[in-house]
Nanobody, 123 residues
Framework: VQLQASGGGLVQAGDSLTLSCTVSGRTFTSGSTGWFRQTPGKEREFVAAVYWSGSGAYYADSIQERFRISRDNTKNTVYLQMRNLELEDTAMYYC?????????????????WGQGTQVTVSS
């Protein structure tokens, strides 16, 4: 199973950006895919997660409804739409997936990880 994250870049505060995570090597009909982010010297932080079936989408409290996670099962791709970006959103963003739905905010429960895509927000 491989995950390819893309869409990061350098943007200004207040801008929007959409990240993509394409999963290959396996078709998920259940389980979940999440986005995490990490800055140097800090632990990986949960951002959002979506289930491959049903309508469940979950967010970290710190996101405050600025981000939206969605999936396209036909493309095995999960998106993270980010708007009104803040300086504090600057981080390496990783996507991860697993075949279960429990503990969706815990990074150590995910089985497969992408390589990360850098998001840098400038003032």
């Amino acid at each position: 199973v491989q995950l390819q994250a893309s869409g990061g870049g350098l943007v200004q505060a207040g801008d929007s950006l959409t990240l993509s995570c394409t999963v290959s090597g396996r078709t998920f009909t259940s389980g979940s895919t999440g986005w995490f982010r990490q800055t140097p010297g800090k632990e990986r932080e949960f951002v959002a997660a979506v289930y491959w079936s049903g309508s469940g989408a979950y967010y970290a409290d710190s996101i405050q409804e600025r981000f939206r996670i969605s999936r396209d099962n036909t493309k095995n791709t999960v998106y993270l739409q980010m708007r009104n970006l803040e300086l504090e959103d600057t981080a390496m963003y990783y996507c991860a997936t697993k075949s279960t739905t429990y503990s969706r905010s815990r990074a150590d429960t995910y089985d497969y990880w992408g390589q990360g895509t850098q998001v840098t927000v400038s003032s």
